[in-house]
């Protein structure tokens, strides 16, 4: 991303200026749009609000952008000559469509982790670089070829890689399944947004637990469906809830992800497993079960899914790289009968034509090589150390401040926090002093809580991660 | 894909039923759903009918299936034992959600595909294994290391990439943009979902080519939008419909493909392309320009996008490698003002996370290399060759049967059928005696035209492949 040359003999504000002139000329602003705040234009570009300002002013006085207050900047449409030309109103067409935008916590966090490359990153829910198996993939790209044809794929996902999904479900999951039962999508994400959106209508009825990063997913909202709540205990969630909610809502599926739970890390437990089931096998209810956690286990075997105990045919199952290789693979699949399985890969067809061979390869030659069973346990054991600094951290720096249960495995600490905090507030200190967290709310909780995740930061970060978060806690109660 | 061993002492019908037993077993088809016909399964697994017969009889005497006269053949829901176990009825929901399934005829043409790899491909808009640069793209595959960090990449794709798109839209386009103004797409399938989920709303009229692919994409229905024609002539449309529909029907969005356009082959004219920017800024109308063929231009100066003419930013334009170098790459781009590549790149984020970062480094690579150009040559020699190749079998095979304008550029050749005939049972016949192309009616067009792909099939398929159409033609006719 381009910046101001601080050794050039051009002023900085003349060299902003230009830049912002060209991009207006080139279309990225076009006649009549509104230019980022000055705020904002410092921040990613790393220089004083004061300087931004010089700049407009620069630009003002050329007749390129016009400013009128309590309106932001824009960019002339006068300058055009007198020819009565028009843009497209695109901002209104940006502000149109069904689809809604992301929440505004989660694209404040992706804004400000784009801008400052500095935060230390208690956010996001994936795994650092030295946990992810870069080493061993970069072997074996360069020991296997892996174009053989590069034309578009099966729409169910590249045969090879399903067919290694077989075996690997059958001896890591416990799950008995067909090459032909499998969808390749580009993680659960994609899987979730096929199911929402082709399985689902509008006014549609769903249960989802709470708190749950469902609940982060504006797709949910953006597919027209009604959520209903299924609290979640230490030991998961209530089955008979499920069928009190099927009774007073008809609801029409339900979304579970019953090992290391997120947010909370819970694993339902082995009992409420039995009921659950009985209890959607006896109303003929669909489960949509996300996995991503298992395999990080930190101690023993790792729980089985419940697709491992559906005799009859009620869970979709959904799986996913990101969280135990590389989130960017993009490479995940859902289990599922096979009308179901047609009808998404259908639909999936449509919306991106398919995925890209090239990372299924590697992901189908990572899944049967020998590094693969060998990273699992050093990923487990790392992400346990990983919680137990976060966890060390938080103990020292805000002791009697905040509570959690130790989860098993998982990416994520749930925390709450004892003293009374604006949650937005909270947010902007904690980024004004270089580290980003997830506000429990995000995640459907009440206001109190938050999401940190110990996997993404580097190790020798947590501590400081955390000691700038307890500072703005402590600064924002103190007042 | 399983198939029943031939050599074995194990008599064919009883490895079938076995197969079938565990995929039912393992809730590829759960109590109650529909199994495949007697017909699909014998073309799937490469036997006779009456194979498939018996070992449906073997299930149907073990109490696993059960047949009713037509209604097909089920999965039995009594075998599950006296308690009242109710499997979700998958087919309603696979029956559900508002997005629409592809049209029947591609649906058939890619079954037909999937299950006979004998069949010559006149029907994939796809270069064949030959002309994409696999070799290239081995080479440099081995010559790099792609996996430096495997984490979620940039919402609006990988920045080196944007970066050298840029140098590429400046010299091969005569586009102007930023790095920010780019938004990485999986292809153009991805953009135009994008758009059509996004910057438009059920009920919006939009305006399409008549013909065009774009008929043949559900998605545009399946938004709820309303199509308004643009008939194409040997020079494109005319700009006065695209004003007399916006005075008609407000449309809000004019999607057009003006070089080599997919089905007819037409290049929008000079003139008409001046007129239609002086029409669309007049009414602040913006076009989404879809540009996949123009580098295949077979002689000459590859004709510019309209986007080239675009100073007051009216066009979304959208590119893509799937047609000049591998679509099994899955690496396309959009060109937009700010706030709609801001948008798209939040929505696609929830729609599946973004892309891998392994075909985008790819991609950038090849780009820069010193391969791309002369492949680009390479291409555009072999292309008009092949599409030689099926002019001269057309007019051997059909001598005054067909009519067809010549086309400059692009993969696709749009023929008129003198003789009248049923495009569905045309189809049908070119399957069985072993061809596929896409009836016109796909396309929106009246009955009686074909698409006719030259690219897809290796070049010494062609003839066969149009022998074999003249042989379905002439055969239904003469009845």
Not at 419 to 427: A, I, S, T, W
Request: aromatic share 8%.
């Amino acid at each position: 991303m381009w910046k101001p040359d601080r050794q050039s003999k051009k002023p900085m504000y003349e060299q902003i200026a230009d830049h912002l002139e060209q991009r207006i000329s080139y279309g990225e602003f076009p006649p009549g749009s509104l230019l980022p705040s000055e705020r904002k234009l410092a921040e990613q570009l790393g220089v004083n609000r004061s300087t931004v300002i010089l700049a407009f002013d620069e630009l003002r006085s050329l007749g390129i952008i016009e400013s009128r207050t309590g309106s932001g900047t824009r960019v002339s449409t006068t300058k055009w000559g007198v020819t009565p030309k028009h843009t497209p109103n695109w901002s209104r067409y940006a502000e149109g469509g069904s689809f809604l935008p992301n929440l505004p916590f989660m694209r404040r966090i992706r804004e400000a982790l784009t801008q400052t490359t500095s935060l230390i990153d208690l956010a996001s829910g994936e795994l650092s670089g030295d946990l992810a198996p870069t080493h061993e993939i970069t072997m074996l790209m360069s020991e296997h070829q892996y174009t053989s044809y590069l034309g578009y794929d099966n729409p169910q996902g590249y045969l090879p890689l399903r067919e290694d999904l077989v075996s690997y479900l059958e001896k890591y999951r416990g799950i008995h399944t067909t090459e032909s039962s499998i969808l390749i999508t580009s993680g659960s994400q994609q899987s979730l947004f096929l199911i929402t959106q082709c399985l689902l209508s509008p006014g549609d009825a769903v249960a989802i637990e709470d708190p749950s990063y469902c609940y982060s997913l504006p797709m949910f909202q953006s597919a027209g469906l009604r959520l209903f709540r299924l609290p979640v205990d230490e030991h998961g969630i209530n089955p008979e809830e499920v069928r009190s909610l099927y009774k007073k809502h008809h609801i029409k599926m339900v979304f579970l992800n019953p090992n290391f739970q997120n947010p909370t890390g819970t694993v339902l437990d082995k009992e409420r497993r039995e009921q659950l089931l009985n209890v959607v096998s006896e109303l003929g209810l669909p489960i949509v079960e996300d996995d991503p956690f298992s395999l990080t286990a930190y101690e023993g075997t790792p729980p089985l899914p419940l697709k491992s105990m559906d005799t009859i045919g009620s869970i979709i199952y959904i799986g996913s790289f990101s969280k135990i290789a590389a989130s960017g693979l993009r490479v995940g699949w859902m289990v599922a009968p096979h009308s179901i399985v047609t009808r998404l890969a259908d639909a999936r067809q449509q919306m991106d034509f398919g995925l890209s061979v090239i990372p299924q390869q590697v992901a189908a030659q990572f899944l049967k090589s020998s590094y693969f069973a060998p990273h699992l346990d050093s990923l487990r054991m790392q992400l346990r150390f990983k919680r137990d600094q976060l966890i060390e951290s938080l103990r020292k720096e805000l002791p009697n401040l905040v509570q959690f249960t130790i989860p098993n495995g998982g990416l994520h600490l749930w925390c709450r926090l004892i003293p009374e905090v604006h949650d937005g507030k909270l947010l902007e200190e904690a980024i004004r002093r270089g580290v980003v967290f997830v506000p429990g709310r995000v995640y459907g909780s009440d206001s109190g809580f938050v999401r940190f995740t110990f996997a993404r930061a580097p190790t020798d970060e947590i501590a400081t991660g955390v000691s700038r978060f307890a500072e703005s806690l402590l600064g924002l109660t103190k007042e």
